[in-house]
């Protein structure tokens, strides 16, 4: 049987949830750069992280801090943890009013796998864009599509150039839907 995959998002339509803000070092100073954190690829330890609750609200599993940075509740850590290890790294994160550190969820595999003709829509940069440093990158995507061939045994990866893309297996999809991990949005890919 095929495996299938899932672009991992958070659902918006929780209503009341909290927001948060960016990733801060403990003395408050925000880390250097947080894009590294949704690149596709294993970072150092960056050291004790916190991040700001910038809109106060309901605490929920699964969030982004920032610019998308993934973070999630220990519980949800763990199935990370259990069943893509080598995928993935979880450095704590401590968050103003919550007893336990939570953890920011780095996807540590970049695959070249976007399947362009499946798509819904793909627009590329061009040279009439006026962007000359992204000409030939994506610009923007909908209706997402993998060619799952091209992705190995990944349970958990970013998709190449389109970082933002948090791709997880199904059998991941399942196993955070079982515990009933609040903030979820699961999108066939």
Known sequence: MPKRYFKLAVDMSVKGRWSLGMLADLQGR???DPWAFMDGRPLPDPGRLTLPVTNPGRAVDFSYGGIATPVVHPKVAS???QLAPEDVQLFPVGIEGQPE???VL??????RCIDDEACEEVQIWTPEDGRPEKVGQYRDIWGLRIDPSKV???KVFRTWGWHIALIVREEIRD?????GASGT???EV
């Open 30 to 32: 925000e880390v250097d």
């Open 79 to 81: 199935i990370f943890a």
């Open 101 to 103: 550190p939570f953890c």
């Open 106 to 111: 780095v996807a540590n595999k970049l695959i």
């Open 152 to 154: 190995a045994d990944s």
């Open 175 to 179: 196993a955070l839907e079982r515990m």
């Open 185 to 187: 949005k699961f999108t």
